[in-house]
C-alpha cells in the first residue's frame, strides 16, 4: 500500500489492511512540513506482496537542530 505521505498511525492501519506487516520503523531528518509523516517505505507501493509481508517505514523527524 502506498503510506507516504501518511501519519504513522494511518500508515500502520494501511498496511494492516493490505494483510502485510509494519517492519522496521525509523526515523530520519525531513523538511518540518513532513515531521511525523511517513517519508519512505520498502518495498516501494504498487509492488505485489505476498499475504503477511513486512513493510519498513521512515519516519520525519523534521529538520535538523543546528549547534550553536
Do not use: E, R, Y
Not at 492501519?13 to 530520519?28: D, E, W
Request: with cysteine; net charge positive; hydrophobic share 30%.
Amino acid at each position: 500500500p502506498k503510506v507516504i505521505g501518511k501519519s504513522l498511525a494511518k500508515a500502520k492501519t494501511a498496511i494492516k489492511k493490505a494483510h502485510c506487516k509494519v517492519g522496521k520503523i525509523s526515523h530520519k531528518a525531513s523538511t518540518a512540513k513532513k515531521k511525523g509523516k511517513v517519508i519512505g517505505q520498502t518495498p516501494k507501493a504498487g509492488k505485489k506482496l505476498k499475504n503477511g509481508a513486512k513493510v519498513n517505514v521512515t519516519v520525519g523527524t523534521g529538520p535538523k537542530k543546528k549547534k550553536k
